[in-house]
């Protein structure tokens, strides 16, 4: 009887410590998530940082190696997509940089940068109806931030206004050629298309 009594001890001892060592386990793993989630941001933004040293100095290849390297550990992140397409821009493979750019944009919709350099890219490759998109988003972005006191005109709006002029210059659309020449008129003053004279106005047709 005894035996039986010390022998149920110890089972339940040894179960208490395997419940105690799962527990810690799962602590421990828990943990591990926590501070991944919370240092991954942080990560990224060294290794990005490291990327945009390694442009400025003219080193391609670093550059690539520490973007990929942000894209392992953050698939969906806007800023490195967007650097990437920079490198590959300036390598002449306009094809993988319209493909990065296309990554940045719609990994975060409200990346002004990424929206302006795609919408740019595609002036230059005369393609003017696919920019409007982009560069209608960057006007959204420097209007809703200008009206919340985030930012003010910033440049990239600015210079999406300008732009959107040119393009709907070039589709055909008087309308909204107008309506953007009279936001620049009001903004930026003096700048860009907002400089160019304005038509003379059409005689008023007195009755007979």
């Known amino acids: 009887m005894e035996d039986r009594l010390i022998l149920s001890h110890q089972r339940r001892e040894r ?36 990327a945009e040293a390694y442009s400025a100095a003219g080193m391609a ?18 800023d490195a997509w967007c650097q990437l397409a920079r490198l590959y821009k300036s390598e002449g493979d306009r094809a993988m940089a319209h493909a990065a750019y296309e990554k940045a944009v719609h990994a975060d919709a409200t990346n002004q940068v990424a929206h302006y350099e795609l919408a740019t890219m595609y002036v230059e490759d005369g393609k003017h109806q696919m920019a409007i998109p982009y560069l209608e988003q960057v006007r959204r972005l420097g209007a809703a931030r200008a009206k919340d006191g985030v930012l003010g005109r910033s440049s990239y709006h600015r210079d999406a206004l300008d732009m959107l002029v040119l393009c709907y210059q070039k589709v055909g659309d008087s309308d909204k050629t107008e309506l953007n020449l009279k936001e620049m008129r009001v903004l930026y003053p003096g700048y860009g298309h907002a400089a160019d004279p304005l038509p003379p106005a059409a005689p008023n047709s007195l009755p007979h």
Request: hydrophobic share 45%; charged share 30%.
């Open 61 to 78: 290849e670093e550059c690539q190696r520490q973007c990929e390297k942000a894209l392992l550990i953050d698939d969906d992140n806007s």
């Open 15 to 50: 179960w208490q410590q395997r419940k105690e060592v799962a527990a810690k386990s799962c602590y421990s793993i828990i943990i591990v998530i926590v501070a991944l989630v919370v240092l991954r941001p942080v990560m990224v933004d060294q290794i990005l940082s490291r």
